[in-house]
């Protein structure tokens, strides 16, 4: 009993220590400095493929990849808060969070939930959390419910949150992943433009900029990186190999990945989010028309 209790307070110690060194991942914790720039995003929304565009526009003399990538937007989950304190300022960073009134600029990325639930579905086998051919009908309510990721909440609870409390300010700036899909170079643009105004230097927003950014963070060059890289970065590490982690990348997987009841259940209970957010449901008369840009 007596061995257990010392180590008990030695882990107690061990985990304050960390705290007032800042030793520890920074996460909710972190360190937040007034000309932060934080690329948010519900998970599975396409905020790796931001950071490594971003990435690639502020170095294109060396490409991103997954060894360098948190030395330009770094993921405040993966790393220690004494670290991301020594990076350059202003610093770009990656956040899952739901609303956090400490950040003061923030990019938020949206993509449909529909899509965001298949990829969702195959990172969770990919860490482990579901054995291959569960089945997505079983998965989608637990997915809804928040089950694999409490943390960042629901999707429409995240989307909703930042939303709510920060559109319409200047700090503000929200791409629909759909949006950067089709015409990527638009898209990146006004991220140049929103941190150049930020103050983040090095930002050459000339097109033969952004297309030489597009090129070097485009699926297949971004699968074979994970793959070159995939025993070394921290969130991939500890995954099954077998599985990508970069997947097919594209829009509108969902109609061919997801059952009506799966779609139905997702869309009568954040329906209205979508359509806000332009996204077209799937029993409504304009089904076939290409989404809309949000109406927010």
Do not use: C
């Amino acid at each position: 009993m007596k061995q257990s209790n010392e180590k008990r307070v030695r882990r107690v110690v061990g985990a304050a220590l960390k705290v007032l060194t800042g030793k520890q991942l920074a996460g909710r914790n972190l360190t937040v400095f007034d000309d932060d720039v934080f690329i948010v995003s519900y998970p599975r929304s396409g905020n790796t493929w931001t950071r490594f565009l971003i990435g690639n526009l502020l170095r294109l003399d060396e490409p991103a990849t997954f060894a360098n990538i948190e030395s330009r937007v770094a993921e405040i989950y993966f790393n220690p808060d004494h670290e991301l304190r020594k990076l350059p300022r202003p610093r770009l960073l990656k956040s899952h969070e739901p609303f956090q009134p400490r950040y003061p600029r923030v990019i938020y990325i949206v993509r449909d939930p529909r899509d965001v639930a298949v990829s969702f579905y195959h990172h969770n086998v990919k860490a482990r959390n579901i054995p291959d051919g569960y089945p997505m009908d079983d998965f989608i309510p637990r997915f809804m419910a928040a089950e694999f990721d409490p943390w960042s909440g629901s999707w429409a609870d995240n989307v909703m949150s930042w939303i709510a409390m920060r559109q319409g300010r200047d700090s503000f700036l929200l791409v629909r992943y759909e949006d950067m899909k089709e015409n990527t170079q638009r898209e990146l643009y006004t991220l140049a433009r929103f941190l150049q105004e930020a103050g983040v230097r090095n930002i050459d927003a000339s097109p033969e900029h952004l297309a030489k950014a597009e090129e070097l963070s485009s699926p297949e060059r971004m699968r074979a990186l994970e793959k070159a890289y995939a025993r070394k970065y921290a969130q991939l590490k500890q995954t099954r190999l077998d599985k990508p982690f970069i997947r097919s990348a594209k829009a509108g997987g969902w109609k061919s990945d997801l059952s009506e009841k799966a779609v139905a259940l997702i869309e009568d209970s954040w329906g209205s989010v979508m359509q806000n957010l332009g996204y077209t449901l799937s029993r409504s008369p304009q089904a076939e028309q290409v989404s809309a840009p949000a109406k927010f």
